[in-house]
Antibody, heavy 120, light 107 residues
Framework: EVQLVESGGGLVQPGGSLRLSCAASGFTFSSFEMNWVRQAPGKGLEWVSFISSSGSPIYYADSVKGRFTISRDDAKNSLYLQMNSLRAEDTAVYYC?????????????WGQGTLVTVSS | DIQMTQSPSSVSASVGDRVTITCQASQGINNWLAWYQQKPGKAPKLLIYAASSLQSGVPSRFSGSRSGTDFTLTISSLQPEDFATYYCQQANSFPLTFGGGTKVEIK
């Protein structure tokens, strides 16, 4: 069974940093592209970042470019999102999502999400 | 960036009704459109990919179609478990973008 479990969310002050993790199981993690998608409270879905199975290419939404860094560790079956210079508007539930094979830009499995709250 | 305009933002319907949700892309995306269902407090679920392909395990009452840059999700006979919010998403190019969502509510 495919499972994605996010962790690392919490309360952080504006300007602070946080590192999210996503532990994957039930599939060959190294073979799949992965994404982060977020959802602000009461709002819609926003794609955040993509990383290919090989680690390159990597893409970011303009709203996080230069502040967030996506990475993966295939030996640990894990996906990460390093978030720096956090802003109030980054407050959201962050989901780890596996990319479909064809096309490689839909999301067929999602984690349960981890809440990030940026507030003083 | 490709903008996805989804309508309506909400719809009230009864069990057994046919419900149609539309999504318009700001430019051509070929067939690279997906539909998701999200229930409160839960992660989204992939329903349809490549505009009209049903994801494994999704009931056949869900269907998708395309006409140019206009895409449609149809629920042929609404069931109690279908009351949720639905999102479209273009998979043609980065940045990936979602529509604003359609909340299907009980009439």
């Amino acid at each position: 069974e495919v499972q994605l479990v996010e962790s690392g969310g919490g309360l952080v002050q504006p300007g602070g940093s946080l590192r999210l993790s996503c532990a994957a199981s039930g599939f060959t993690f190294s073979s799949f592209e992965m994404n982060w998608v977020r959802q602000a409270p009461g709002k819609g879905l926003e794609w955040v970042s993509f990383i290919s199975s090989s680690g390159s290419p990597i893409y970011y939404a303009d709203s996080v470019k230069g502040r967030f860094t996506i990475s993966r560790d295939d030996a640990k079956n894990s996906l990460y999102l390093q978030m720096n210079s956090l802003r109030a508007e980054d407050t959201a539930v962050y989901y780890c999502a596996r990319a479909t094979v064809v096309p490689a830009a839909n999301f067929d499995y999602w984690g349960q999400g981890t809440l990030v709250t940026v507030s003083s | 960036d490709i903008q996805m305009t989804q309508s309506p933002s909400s719809v009230s319907a009864s069990v057994g009704d046919r419900v149609t949700i539309t999504c318009q892309a700001s430019q051509g995306i070929n067939n690279w459109l997906a539909w998701y269902q999200q229930k409160p407090g839960k992660a989204p679920k992939l329903l349809i990919y490549a505009a009209s392909s049903l994801q494994s395990g999704v009931p056949s009452r869900f269907s998708g179609s395309r006409s140019g840059t206009d895409f449609t999700l149809t629920i042929s006979s609404l069931q109690p478990e279908d009351f949720a919010t639905y999102y479209c998403q273009q998979a043609n190019s980065f940045p990936l973008t979602f529509g604003g969502g359609t909340k299907v509510e009980i009439k």
